[in-house]
């Protein structure tokens, strides 16, 4: 991880007028490309603007948030942005989404942190580069989520390179900090992945040369037929996956003083950096001196998920910390004398981001604790920059003062969000049956007024951070307070076995799952939440409503299956039917299944899988299914589907082409928004469904 910055307390807001006329990134690599405007795509990507009068907010005004960095943020995340060595400019990568013509807005832009000086654009244009994930040990898995992208500056700070995807490739750019040179470095198939500068201006680049090759098989395969084999994906795939890991083709370039790209047949070889244990979940070392600071997972306490912190701060003097602090730190820096700074989540539930220093021989100390949510964050000599969110505020940059802990704003994306009628969130805390520690924050109509009582909708599952639209997306919490619901955005607990194991309490795992206890753990936690809004005096307990995507679903699904106290389900993905999940996704999820004790065959544990089975129980759940899936998984919802159907109870699906578990795709993000609060308002004014 890398490490003064001089500005305390300065939000930098201004227009980002830039010369020229970005282009629209097309939403689909087979889909033509759309070009912007100046008065669209700069005027949105790069301009302020204003704040008129304080009005309600719509689910356009969440969707065209400006985002950089990856899928949620957390204190462990890699750092999205880039400070120059001389700590006076930020580069980042920007993008917003433009439902209406199914697009992005994307550029790179260098943000000044000091007065006297304009932003940048030093790029704009290309396509979403979004994630790719192994699953099951099936690669090249494709994901709905925006890959984390950060550009990277030369050790003089003249030249920015950063990676963008064309033509369903991703390429290395250049651009000089000037903004005179913009060019592309790279050609060829397969994704460039990483990339990292020397000292001497020379770029490494590597490229997924392997898993190209692997698809190019497969596709090379095709006349003779597949097997139907541990490759395949069946749910959302006709064509098997490669399987494996594959290694990066790493390619070394040299970059002249005018931008010029030179090859050099065999890279120098690359200065030894100290060494630190290879597994390490997060490092950071001084090439220098030797120092290195480094966690690794705790061995001797294995599926807790806790890590030990290790400091080597002079030649043959290493320490490891006991504190239990440091059991969950997750970014770390080397400090000034030989000390050490860790950043990690704590407190109630986890809920608090606090960031710590360590000497190495006494406790650590607290140099901040806080509910906002900080993370890939960049060390600067007195100063942490870190991407930031707090329930209420969009992403932004911030600099945390390591001797004080205070925070500023550096900064602000999107400034015309203050401007907008935000509902506050009130945090609740409270314990279920079993012992664990749950969070949720409740969002009230933003003219509320005592005595009033609200439809209530629950969205799941995670509520760290932003409240904007919930885990996945799709449930735009600001929004749909302004149009007169109460929102209680739950978090569920810590997983039930991963506490058992922090408390060193044995447990069957066959048991565990044949009981489905963690289900039983989230939905008690649910249950009391939804409890403890009702004891407010806000919420209407006739008009409940549960939704959510993949935990969150199975949140749902489990809760409509055991209480009676939700009247109205939506649903992102759906549902947990034996006869699918065992058969219809794929060998290799199905020896996933097996490998963590599901009750396997199903036929045998019929009784187990009905606490899960939607499907089984169509006749006696009392609350209509409103499932809004995507292509790649709406399959797992039709025998749920159908079940409902033939019991003449209410259930509808609509499918989204072309998207994946996390949905990408502007236009059906803003009419999932829209469709989610159209089926609120219908349900708010019906009577509740009548059970049997």
Same mark, same amino acid.
């Given at each position: ?50 704040? #008129?009068?304080?009005?309600?907010? !719509?689910?356009?005004?969440?969707? @065209? $948030?400006?985002? %950089?960095?990856?899928? +949620? /943020? ?115 198939? #397969?994704?460039?992945?990483?990339? !990292?500068?020397?000292?001497?201006? @020379? $770029?490494?680049? %590597?490229?997924?040369? +392997? /898993? ?114 440091c059991a969950t730190a997750a970014a770390v820096w080397l400090g000034e004398h030989g000390s050490v700074l860790f950043l990690g989540r704590y407190g109630f539930a986890q809920s608090e ?340």
């Open positions: 991880m890398t490490r003064f910055i001089w500005i305390f307390g300065l939000v930098l807001s201004f227009p980002l007028l830039v010369s020229g006329d970005p282009s629209m990134a097309s939403v689909s690599d087979r889909a033509p490309a759309v070009q912007g405007s100046k008065t669209t795509c700069s005027a949105a990507l790069l301009s302020s603007p204003a704040v #008129g009068v304080p009005r309600s907010i !719509e689910p356009l005004d969440l969707a @065209q $948030l400006i985002d %950089f960095g990856g899928y +949620g /943020l957390s204190p462990g995340a890699e750092p999205a942005f880039a400070l120059s060595p001389d700590g006076r400019w930020i580069a980042v990568q920007l993008r917003k989404a433009d439902p209406v013509r199914n697009t992005y807005c994307l550029g790179v832009a260098l943000f000044p942190l000091s007065h006297g000086s304009a932003p940048v654009l030093l790029d704009q244009g290309g396509e979403l580069v979004r994630d790719q994930q192994s699953v099951d040990g099936l690669s090249g898995f494709p994901a709905g989520t925006a890959k984390s992208l950060a550009p990277a500056w030369s050790a003089d700070g003249s030249w920015i390179a950063f990676l963008r995807r064309d033509a369903g490739v991703t390429q290395l750019w250049l651009a000089s900090q000037d903004g005179r040179v913009d060019r592309m470095v790279t050609s060829g198939p #397969g994704d460039v992945e990483r990339f !990292e500068w020397s000292a001497d201006d @020379q $770029l490494t680049y %590597f490229r997924e040369t +392997g /898993l190209a090759n692997a698809k190019a098989r497969i596709v090379d395969d095709a006349p003779q037929g597949y097997l139907y084999d541990e490759r395949y994906w069946a749910l959302s795939s006709a064509t098997p996956f490669p399987r494996g890991t594959f290694k990066l083709a790493a390619t070394t370039v040299q970059i002249g003083a005018d931008g010029s790209v030179r090859s050099i047949p065999e890279a120098k070889p690359r200065t030894t950096i100290p060494a630190v244990p290879a597994g390490a979940l997060a490092s950071d070392v001084n090439a220098q001196t030797g120092e290195a600071v480094w966690i690794t997972e705790d061995g001797k306490r294995p599926r807790t998920y806790l890590g030990i912190l290790h400091l080597r701060n002079r030649p043959g003097g290493e320490a490891s910390c006991a504190a239990a602090s981001t606090a960031l710590f220093r360590w000497d190495g021989q006494t406790s650590p100390q607290r140099i901040l604790a806080t509910s906002d949510l900080l993370g890939g964050c960049v060390l600067r000599v007195r100063q942490l920059l870190c991407a930031h969110e707090t329930s209420l505020t969009p992403r932004n940059i911030v600099s945390v003062n390591i001797d004080t802990g205070k925070i500023h704003e550096l900064l602000d994306f999107n400034p015309q969000w203050k401007g907008l009628k935000i509902s506050p969130a009130r945090r609740l805390r409270w314990k279920n049956r079993f012992g664990l520690e749950t969070i949720a924050d409740l969002v009230l109509p933003p003219d509320h007024r005592a005595g009033q009582r609200h439809p209530l909708i629950v969205v799941t599952y995670e509520t760290r951070g932003f409240l904007r639209g919930a885990t996945g997306d799709e449930y735009p919490i600001q929004a749909m307070a302004a149009n007169g619901f109460a929102v209680l955005s739950f978090n569920r607990p810590l997983d039930y076995d991963v506490w058992l194991a922090r408390r060193g309490i044995a447990f069957s795992k066959a048991e565990f799952r044949r009981n489905w206890m963690d289900r039983q753990s989230v939905q008690d936690s649910l249950v009391k939440g939804v409890r403890l809004v009702e004891k407010l005096g806000v919420v209407d307990p006739s008009h409940i409503a549960v939704s959510g995507l993949s935990d969150g679903a199975s949140t749902a699904e489990y809760a409509l299956i055991h209480s009676r106290l939700f009247s109205l389900a939506l649903l992102s993905t759906c549902c947990e039917d034996p006869a699918i999940t065992n058969t219809e996704i794929g060998p290799a999820y199905h020896a996933m299944l097996k490998q963590y004790d599901y009750p396997l065959p199903w036929e045998r544990w019929t009784a187990s899988w009905d606490q899960m089975n939607l499907a089984a129980h169509a006749g006696d759940v009392c609350a209509p299914l409103f499932i809004q899936a995507s292509d790649a998984e709406f399959r797992m919802a039709l025998s749920t589907y159908q079940a409902w159907k033939d019991a003449a109870r209410p259930v509808t699906m609509y499918v989204y082409p072309d998207e994946f578990h996390i949905k990408w795709q502007p236009a059906h993000r803003l009419m999932i928004y829209e469709r989610n609060i159209e089926r609120l308002k219908a349900w708010a004014k019906a009577p509740r469904l009548r059970c049997n």
